[in-house]
């Protein structure tokens, strides 16, 4: 039932774009897999084969930290909501932090939302849909407003701060980029 493709299509393009929710994993070559919900309108698909989102400052720092040892990475998108698809993106990433001339060339893609940390830019090289029949329909009602709440009040210097405290590993010890600039 899966169909593979080599790049992005437009109605894989339309299909991104009405999801609210997408999922991130990725994996050191030794410790744990991370998967990631992320929601809000974070996602941008660059070109066919390019996508990156605008990661928020969050509990952990999983994602980045496994890219900074071993670029693979997924994402995937599920249809909630009316015609069933699984849709997966398959490639290879990489962090992009502020103050560096990639960030400055990405962020007028994005709106930059309260307690941005970096982007994960990923350069794709399979698409890969399937059928979704057996997931169930679930009902969007809204953003949760409560991160970016929570990083508007806490302000840039205690962000830092948290971001050097919670983010500047991985659970399984893995220096991340954002704790490189620590060191």
């Known amino acids: 039932m899966g169909t593979v493709y080599d790049s992005i299509k437009p109605d894989h393009e339309t299909f991104i774009r009405e999801q609210h929710l997408f999922f991130v994993g990725t994996a050191a070559p030794d410790g744990h897999v991370n998967l990631s919900p992320k929601g809000h309108d974070v996602f941008r698909i660059l070109s066919p084969n390019r996508v990156a989102y605008l990661d928020l400052t969050g509990s952990g720092n999983e994602t980045s930290a496994h890219l ?16 069933p698809l699984i849709l997966r993106l398959y ?35 399979i698409v890969k849909t399937s059928c979704g029949f057996s997931v169930p329909f679930y009902s969007y009602e809204g953003e949760r407003e409560t991160l970016l709440q929570w990083a508007g009040n806490k302000g840039e210097e205690k962000l830092t701060e948290y971001r050097k405290a919670k983010n500047a590993t991985s659970m399984d010890g893995i220096l991340t980029p954002i704790g490189e600039k620590f060191l």
Request: cysteine-free.
């Open 91 to 125: 490639g290879r990433g990489k962090v992009v932090l502020p103050d560096t001339e990639e960030w400055e060339v990405l962020a007028p893609r994005f709106e930059l939302m309260p307690g941005h940390r970096q982007m994960i830019v990923a350069d794709i090289d």
């Open 68 to 83: 900074s040892v071993l670029d693979r990475i997924t994402f995937m998108f599920v249809a909630f909501e009316g015609k």
